[in-house]
């Protein structure tokens, strides 16, 4: 490869694969757009990195807006942060948007974890997010309420970006729920030709807790093997979405390894590793070949599948139920990590409002 060759580029204007930002940041989205990104997320571990890089910014900004709305409290003013902060990534977004008719070109905001038990307040908050720009995507999670929420929102015309999920079975039960939707407004006469769903499933959260599984459990295989099961349940998915003619688009993310860019080229999927990752890519010299349809080594699935239950729970389209989604190791640390966030936004807000003496 040429010293001038950009790999993403190359991936993203060879084929089906797409490429998103995963990050709100405009700085390094629009670098991300030069590698021919067209889609970008927020949530609440981004909102905050995104304030804390630019604090003399928002620092002004949290203070107007507690000027300007002097009841408000410190919660509301931080996701008052997070939507002007999201709208003005989808701005930059507006140009692949109309060039892929609404299926890319879209900034995915992240409903508050804190309804994460609460239904009808997901997919409220999706409506409101998804009026505030045209090129809005929501995020919600593939859990038993979040399904509920997902197949709501998208009867009421909110494209879906699903989230905090890991699994084959959430997955392709967040794809079917986001189907009944979409049937439910077509049925009703309603169109859907500008909505571009998607279903994430964070590959490199799954292989973290599958290691956080083999030092407790004590196991002793082939470490490496670990880094292939996100890649293993993506390739899964994607097969079973192709065979049940689901119309969202998988989505990979939460990039922990190479493979999770390399192993997916080809599919028609969307990639959204975060701008560090990209970077890498970039000056990695590796030329993407598509191996989407390509199997994980049939050792490797079949040790994981033998020694951890928790694999098989991932792998398997009926390794766990919805009543189960809730209770699965990795969907608790991410929405724990989700709330944190959503508490440490709060506390920068607070600490702006009233400085520590």
Not at 17 to 32: I, K, Y
Not at 208 to 235: H, I, N, R, S, T
Not at 329 to 339: C, D, E, N, P, V
Request: proline letters at 6%.
């Amino acid at each position: 490869m040429s010293p001038d060759a950009r790999p993403l580029n190359t991936m993203t204007e060879a084929g089906p694969t797409v490429l998103w930002n995963d990050s709100a940041d405009p700085r390094e989205l629009r670098e991300s757009i030069s590698y021919g990104a067209v889609g970008a997320t927020c949530n609440p571990v981004i909102a905050v990195t995104c304030v804390k890089a630019d604090m003399p910014r928002w620092t002004r900004r949290i203070a107007e807006i507690a000027a300007e709305h002097p009841s408000m409290s410190a919660a509301a003013i931080g996701w008052q942060v997070v939507e002007e902060l999201s709208i003005e990534a989808a701005h930059l977004l507006e140009p692949a948007f109309e060039r892929y008719a609404g299926v890319n070109g879209r900034l995915s905001m992240q409903t508050d974890p804190r309804f994460h038990r609460d239904a009808k307040a997901l997919a409220d908050q999706a409506e409101h997010f998804h009026s505030l720009a045209k090129n809005i995507i929501v995020k919600i999670p593939a859990t038993a309420i979040g399904l509920e929420a997902i197949e709501d929102a998208t009867y009421r015309g909110v494209s879906i970006n699903v989230t905090v999920s890991f699994t084959v079975a959430q997955a392709v039960a967040a794809g079917e729920a986001v189907e009944r939707g979409l049937t439910r407004r077509e049925a009703d006469g309603l169109s859907v030709a500008d909505m571009g769903p998607v279903v994430t499933i964070m590959v490199g959260r799954i292989d973290d807790w599958l290691k956080d599984c083999y030092a407790a459990e004590q196991l002793c295989f082939d470490p490496g093997y670990l880094e292939w099961a996100g890649v293993a349940v993506m390739k899964k998915a994607y097969a079973e979405f192709k065979a049940r003619g689901l119309r969202s688009r998988l989505l990979a993310a939460a990039y922990r390894n190479a493979l999770q860019w390399t192993e997916f080229v080809g599919g028609e999927v969307v990639l959204s590793p975060p701008f560090a990752w990209q970077q890498r890519f970039q000056a990695s010299g590796i030329e993407p070949e598509p191996r989407m349809d390509v199997p994980v080594e049939p050792r490797i699935v079949e040790t994981l599948y033998a020694q951890m239950p928790e694999f098989r729970k991932a792998y398997d389209v009926d390794g766990m139920t919805p009543a189960d989604f809730a209770e699965f190791g990795a969907t608790r640390k991410t929405l724990r990590q989700f709330l944190a966030a959503d508490a440490e936004l709060e506390q920068i807000v607070v600490d702006v409002l009233v400085p520590k003496p």
